[in-house]
């Protein structure tokens, strides 16, 4: 049975920073992309980052230069690491694999979702 489950969100101040991680199991064939999303409350979920299974990362624009997707070196843990953390950042973040390549930033590319971890960014 997949699993993934995201931690280390919470509360900060613009200009702050933070790292999510999320933990992956239970997959019978490798895993060739991983992705962070973000859902803001009436908004769509949108990508922020993307890892393939050759270290190419993509980016959202909106994130490029502050945040930085990376995974350990067993590849069972996925981070992301927030800098410069803008309140327009507040979201819930997950985490998403896929065992495809797909385009990286919609949400039908990953049949794998954790359950969310919040982000509150404060001004």
């Known amino acids: 049975q997949v699993q993934l489950v995201e931690s280390g969100g919470g509360s900060v101040e613009a200009g702050g920073s933070l790292r999510l991680s999320c933990a992956t199991s239970g997959f019978s064939n490798r895993c060739v992309l991983m992705a962070w999303f973000r859902q803001a409350p009436g908004k769509e979920r949108e990508g922020v980052a993307s890892k393939t299974i050759y270290s190419t990362t993509y980016y959202a624009d909106s994130v490029k230069g502050r945040f930085t997707i990376s995974q350990d070196s067993a590849k069972t843990t996925l981070y992301l690491q927030m800098n410069s953390l803008k309140p327009e950042d507040t979201a819930m973040y997950y985490c998403?694999?896929?065992?495809?390549?797909?385009?990286?930033?919609?949400?039908?590319?990953?049949?794998?979702w954790g359950q969310g971890t919040q982000v509150t960014v404060s001004s």
């Open positions: 998403a694999a896929a065992e495809r390549f797909k385009p990286w930033n919609q949400v039908t590319s990953y049949p794998y």
